[in-house]
């Protein structure tokens, strides 16, 4: 089986972001966009997923934090979907768990290239200097890139952080699953090809 990688560059007026996956890593974790809070989240997916990812960039933050979380969004969807290929023998559904204290988060993916995403995450306020309502942007710009439906749900919580913590947690376990390669041969789908 060739070498899952994949590496993104992108460079607008607002971002300059880098990314680089491997699928059949350990979860080595290098991440600094000039957002902790971001960082700390990327970190979540990649360690729980179990894929290596080195993540470097910056963005316009003096203005808002909007456009670096969804461009990170953007890149590490299409940073994983590179990696994929052309999806053969995954097994592409999944779905995990992930509490934290008082929250429990739930994430189903399907790594079909059809991307959708239900997000039920009921998130208002500051999370250090990250306005939490922007996260269902980095959640929208992955699910696009990926080309993955993706459905989250916070069953219970109350703290800000917690909720938000869970969901990239459980994503990272749904994506360690989904990616994980022993699906059978070929594409998976019933149709013959995904999309």
């Known amino acids: 089986m060739s070498s899952r990688t994949g590496e993104v560059v992108r460079k607008s007026k607002e971002t300059q972001l880098t990314a680089r996956v491997a699928l059949d890593g350990r979860g080595r974790v290098n991440v600094a966009t000039g957002l902790a ?3 700390h989240m990327l970190e979540q997916v990649a360690r ?4 290596d990812l080195t ?3 910056a963005g316009d933050v003096h203005v808002d934090t909007h456009h670096l979380v ?3 969004g953007i890149v590490l969807g299409q940073a994983l979907s590179r990696a994929l290929g052309d999806r053969a023998g995954i097994t592409r559904f999944a779905s995990a768990y992930a509490p934290l204290d008082e929250t429990l988060a739930r994430v189903v993916v399907d790594l079909g290239k059809r991307p959708y995403l239900s997000y039920n995450v009921a998130l208002r306020g500051r999370i250090g200097t990250l306005e939490s309502e922007v996260l269902e942007e980095f959640w929208k710009a ?3 890139h990926l080309g993955a439906t993706i459905h989250v749900d916070v069953i219970r919580g109350r ?3 917690h909720i938000a913590e869970a969901t990239f947690k459980a994503l990272g376990l749904a994506l360690r699953q989904a990616m ?3 699906g059978g041969p070929g594409v998976p789908s019933s149709k ?3 999309g």
């Open 180 to 182: 994980t390669v022993g």
């Open 55 to 57: 993540f470097r960039g």
């Open 142 to 144: 992955l699910s696009i």
């Open 159 to 161: 703290n800000r952080h």
């Open 192 to 194: 013959g090809l995904l």
């Open 70 to 72: 969804e461009d990170a």
């Open 48 to 51: 729980y997923g179990g894929f």
């Open 37 to 39: 809070f971001l960082d």
